[in-house]
Every structure is written in C-alpha cells, then in structure tokens.
Nanobody, 122 residues
Framework: QVQLAESGGGLVQAGGSLRLSCAAS????????MGWFRQAPGKEREFVAG????????YYTDSVKGRFTISRDNAKNTVYLQMNSLRPEDSAVYYC???????????????WGQGTQVTVSS
C-alpha cells in the first residue's frame, strides 16, 4: 500500500509564497510519476504539476508556469511544490498523487494524499 501525506498549506497574501511537501511511504517510488492537483470549491480537480522521481518529464499547467516549481528529494521520498507570486485564484485544496505513467489525467493516478488547504487573500 502507498501512503502520501501533504503538508505546508496555509493562508498567504497575494504575491506571497508557500512550499508544499508530499511525503511518500509504503513502496519503492522510483517508477512512479508524482503529480500535484488542486480543487477549488465547485470546480473540477485539476492537474497542476508533475515529475518523475528521476527528475524528468516535468510538466505544469499553463496558469502556474513561471510561478510554481515542482521538485523531489529521493533520499527523503518527498516531492515539493514551490509556489511563488500566489494569486487568489490559486486558492484550493492541493493534493499529491502517484501514477504508473507520466500523465496529466486525473483518472490515471492510483494513489492520493488527503490534501492541504491553500488560501490566498487579495
């Protein structure tokens, strides 16, 4: 079984920064593609960023390009999402997830964390 645990969410003013962490445990993750998703109230859960544990195949959704950076620390089995220049529209619950393949498709992710709330005030 795979366990994913997000942390680092909170309340920040527009223009501020947060770093989310996703700690993985339970299995070897060297072959998993790790993604960050977010879901705002009344909206679909959307892909934000993804990365292989090897560090390749990094993708971002267009709205966060140039502001968010995904990275990983293999020694700690942790994936990070550095979020800069935050906007009120970035407010959402952010989820970490793991997939067998490099994909932005939510349904292809097998394992999910419980989510962490990010709120950006204007």
């Amino acid at each position: 079984q795979v366990q994913l645990a997000e942390s680092g969410g909170g309340l920040v003013q527009a223009g501020g920064s947060l770093r989310l962490s996703c700690a993985a445990s339970g299995r070897t993750f060297s072959n998993y593609y790790m993604g960050w998703f977010r879901q705002a109230p009344g909206k679909e859960r959307e892909f934000v960023a993804g990365i292989y544990w090897s560090g390749v195949n990094i993708y971002y959704t267009d709205s966060v390009k140039g502001r968010f950076t995904i990275s990983r620390d293999n020694a700690k089995n942790t994936v990070y999402l550095q979020m800069n220049s935050l906007r009120p529209e970035d407010s959402a619950v952010y989820y970490c997830a793991a997939s067998d393949i490099s994909t932005m498709t939510r349904s292809r992710y097998k394992y999910w964390g419980q989510g962490t709330q990010v709120t950006v005030s204007s």
